[in-house]
């Protein structure tokens, strides 16, 4: 969508005043719209039971009315810095993973989560 010529086009007639900042693949916990996507989901899609799309699209109306009714500016709870330094210890294990080539390799490096932290073995 963001690289298709409409979208290219009206950037162009912004003058600089509108950027996109794409962030990396895998990474959607930093993009405020999959956020608030997850936050739909879990809180009205998962639960609910629509009959039609009429019916699931007046039922997210509602919700993001009723959203914005109260609404509060997601805040970060992490500096830069830190999520940088998780990024980079996550890339470093996967290496390690990606690069076993046994089994035996993968079982005592294998990850849990504990507290919303991965960790491996």
């Not at 959607?28 to 999959?34: A, G, K, L, P, T």
């Not at 919700?63 to 500096?79: L, M, Q």
Request: hydrophobic share 40%; aromatic share 10%.
């Amino acid at each position: 969508m963001h690289t298709c010529e409409e979208t290219s086009k009206w950037l162009a007639a912004q003058g600089g005043r509108v950027i996109f900042h794409f962030t990396p693949t895998g990474a959607s916990w930093m993009n405020q719209i999959e956020i608030w996507n997850g936050i739909i989901t879990r809180q009205l899609i998962r639960r609910g039971t629509f009959s039609s799309v009429k019916v699931v699209n007046n039922a997210i109306e509602r919700f993001t009315a009723d959203w914005n009714a109260d609404a509060k500016p997601f805040k970060w709870t992490a500096t830069a810095d830190e999520i940088i330094d998780k990024v980079r210890a996550v890339i470093s294990r996967m290496g390690k993973l990606l690069g076993a080539t046994e089994i035996g390799h993968v079982i005592p490096r294998a990850a849990y989560c504990k507290h919303d932290q991965f960790y491996l073995h």
